[in-house]
């Protein structure tokens, strides 16, 4: 998806679940993302190879149990 963070975000807390290449993000905007997931939706990130661990674990804590990394 081509989109930017803010319209990512607004999407989000409209209520779709999302996939994202999370190479093309920062840790900063993929929290923020993260964060704006509403429930019974959810997040998930693929090419995790360019995130540290403590990146991704920033990630899944923004939004626990909504994230999903591929």
Same mark, same amino acid.
Not at 8 to 34: N, P, R, W
């Given at each position: 998806?081509?989109?930017?963070?803010?319209?990512?975000?607004?999407?989000?807390?409209?209520?779709?679940s999302?996939?994202?290449?999370?190479?093309?993000?920062?840790? !900063? %905007? !993929?929290?923020?993302? &993260?964060?704006?997931?509403? %429930?019974r939706?959810?997040?998930? !990130?693929?090419?995790?190879?360019?995130?540290?661990?403590?990146?991704?674990?920033?990630?899944?804590? &923004?939004?626990?149990?909504?994230?999903t990394?591929?």
């Amino acid at each position: 998806m081509n989109k930017t963070k803010l319209e990512l975000i607004a999407i989000a807390g409209a209520g779709a679940s999302l996939i994202l290449d999370s190479s093309k993000f920062t840790k !900063l %905007e !993929l929290v923020a993302i &993260a964060k704006a997931i509403t %429930e019974r939706c959810s997040l998930t !990130l693929e090419n995790c190879q360019s995130k540290t661990k403590l990146e991704l674990i920033a990630i899944a804590q &923004a939004a626990p149990e909504k994230v999903t990394f591929q």
